[in-house]
T-cell receptor, first 112, second 116 residues
Framework: QKEVEQNSGPLSVPEGAIASLNCTYSDRGSQSFFWYRQYSGKSPELIMFIYSNGDKEDGRFTAQLNKASQYVSLLIRDSQPSDSATYLCAGARGGSNYKLTFGKGTLLTVNP | EPEVTQTPSHQVTQMGQEVILRCVPISNHLYFYWYRQILGQKVEFLVSFYNNEISEKSEIFDDQFSVERPDGSNFTLKIRSTKLEDSAMYFC??????????????FGPGTRLTVT
């Protein structure tokens, strides 16, 4: 069974702090990784994707991928109360269908 | 900004009845997907669809499920005889499949299916 594992949290950070969300995966065939944000009762919203080892920055978000360690992370700088949500990590093998395998998600709470 | 749309937002049905969930993917996207999320659980892949045929399906997607692209815009998921355990949020997603952003999947708002 190919799994994506996340700490379910909750992770609580004060407003303005850096939130660090982590994810590990068991499928060495996974080539691309995605971070989605999901507010309660809503659909997943794509935040970032990363295909190559190293860091990728987009505004307040930085995704990090280490394929040797099978580890993906998301850093959120200057966290805002509106960032409070469940963050889903997903991996895809690529190929013709790119199906996503999701982790259970980490609940992030940003306290004002 | 283009988005995936889904109808209805909420569907209540009795066990054994057929339901059809509808999706309109983003217009230039080539790959279409259905996922489901049972309350409190992870998002699970059901099926992917490309070039008018299923490209992959999960073990959840048994003979009770089918997908169709009846015209150039709609993408449907049919459950022939619903069970209580089919109660979940069903999400449609689509991706370009080529160009600068081939793999990123964008999700619709979901249809909450309640089977009684």
């Amino acid at each position: 069974q190919k799994e994506v594992e996340q700490n379910s949290g909750p992770l609580s950070v004060p407003e303005g702090a850096i939130a660090s969300l982590n994810c590990t995966y068991s499928d060495r065939g996974s080539q691309s990784f995605f971070w989605y944000r999901q507010y309660s009762g809503k659909s997943p919203e794509l935040i970032m994707f990363i295909y190559s080892n190293g860091d990728k920055e987009d505004g307040r978000f930085t995704a990090q991928l280490n394929k040797a360690s099978q580890y993906v992370s998301l850093l959120i700088r200057d966290s805002q109360p509106s960032d409070s949500a469940t963050y889903l990590c997903a991996g895809a093998r690529g190929g013709s269908n790119y199906k996503l395998t999701f982790g259970k998600g980490t609940l992030l709470t940003v306290n004002p | 900004e283009p988005e995936v749309t889904q109808t209805p937002s909420h569907q209540v049905t009795q066990m054994g009845q057929e339901v059809i969930l509808r999706c309109v993917p983003i217009s230039n996207h080539l790959y279409f997907y259905w996922y489901r999320q049972i309350l409190g659980q992870k998002v699970e892949f059901l099926v992917s669809f490309y070039n008018n045929e299923i490209s992959e399906k999960s073990e959840i997607f048994d003979d009770q499920f089918s997908v169709e692209r009846p015209d150039g815009s709609n993408f449907t998921l049919k459950i022939r005889s619903t069970k209580l355990e089919d109660s979940a949020m069903y999400f449609c997603a689509s991706s370009e499949g080529l160009g600068q952003s081939p793999y990123e999947q964008y999700f619709g708002p979901g249809t909450r299916l309640t089977v009684t």
